[in-house]
């Protein structure tokens, strides 16, 4: 009886080591480590682009457009634009007027920084 009350607990420990040895033997970053990486993401300089480059991306299936000075790739957006081909019409140039008209609600406000993929270079 003893015998089987003594292998029962040392089967319960081995299963129990078994659950919690790997917890503590895999590898994990430090908060050292992740406040370095964190701190490259936040000091990251924006793609600067020139007119010229944005001008090239003008069309249905490549889309960019210049918002005050930030370049967004819209391309993704194109198709479900609810002004349907309005958003081409300045496609590869300058939209911050029509982006600010009056026909905008303020969910385009939301969702523009999702595009962002620069700066227009100056």
Not at 23 to 50: C, G
Not at 90 to 95: F, M, Q, R, T
Not at 103 to 121: A, N, S
Request: hydrophobic share 35%; charged share 25%.
């Amino acid at each position: 009886m003893e015998i089987t009350m003594a292998a029962s607990v040392i089967l319960g420990l081995l299963l129990v080591l078994l659950f919690i040895i790997p917890r503590f033997t895999k590898p994990s970053q430090s908060k050292a480590d992740t406040l370095h990486n964190n701190s490259k993401n936040i000091s990251k300089e924006p793609r600067r682009y020139t007119k010229a480059e944005i001008s090239l991306h003008n069309k249905r299936t490549d889309c960019w457009v210049i918002i005050k000075d930030k370049v967004y790739d819209v391309t993704s957006y194109v198709e479900e634009h609810p002004g349907g081909d309005a958003i081409l019409t300045h496609a590869g140039d300058d939209s911050t007027e029509g982006f600010f008209g009056p026909q905008h609600g303020t969910r385009v406000f939301d969702i523009i920084e999702d595009f962002c993929i620069g700066e227009l270079e100056r």
